[in-house]
């Protein structure tokens, strides 16, 4: 199991994240958090837990 933190309002990338949370910034097509998704998943974690309190980020991440 993992628990992934996902905090921060994300103060240092201003003006970005006025648009947008940090987390669905695309990187090379796909947004930072599958990205950061995919590292744990290819190392064997199956069960990912995400820790957040903003609930678009949240759905965001179910439906990854």
Do not use: G, S
């Given at each position: 199991k993992l628990l992934l933190l996902c905090g921060g309002k994300g103060t240092r990338l201003i003006p970005w994240t006025l648009l947008a949370r940090k987390a669905t910034f695309p990187v090379r097509g796909r947004p930072i958090?599958?990205?950061?998704?995919?590292?744990p998943k290819y190392h064997g974690f199956e069960d990912i837990i995400p820790v957040a309190s903003?609930?678009?980020l949240l759905r965001h991440i179910r439906t990854f």
């Open positions: 958090i599958e990205w950061i998704l995919d590292y903003p609930k678009r």
